[in-house]
């Protein structure tokens, strides 16, 4: 919370939380990207591992 009372102060407070929340969107997304495109990589060389006989 704000350590002032004023309109300022709290606009101050609510602007780093916003700041703080889009900073944690932002990793969660990357988080999900890589995530996607590891298990992307993975499906494709298992295809190739079949279609060369190892499984």
């Known amino acids: 919370m704000p350590s002032g ?3 300022g102060d709290w606009i101050a407070f609510a ?3 916003t ?3 889009d900073k ?4 969660y997304a990357a988080a ?3 995530v996607e495109r ?4 993975d499906r494709e060389a298992l295809k ?5 006989g190892l499984f």
């Not at 944690?24 to 990793?27: H, I, P, T, V, Y």
């Not at 590891?38 to 990589?41: F, K, L, P, V």
């Not at 190739?48 to 060369?52: L, S, T, V």
């Open 15 to 17: 602007d780093a939380q």
């Open 5 to 7: 009372s004023t309109v």
């Open 38 to 41: 590891c298990e992307a990589r």
């Open 48 to 52: 190739k591992a079949k279609r060369r």
């Open 19 to 21: 700041a703080q929340l």
């Open 32 to 34: 999900v990207g890589i």
């Open 24 to 27: 944690a969107n932002d990793r």
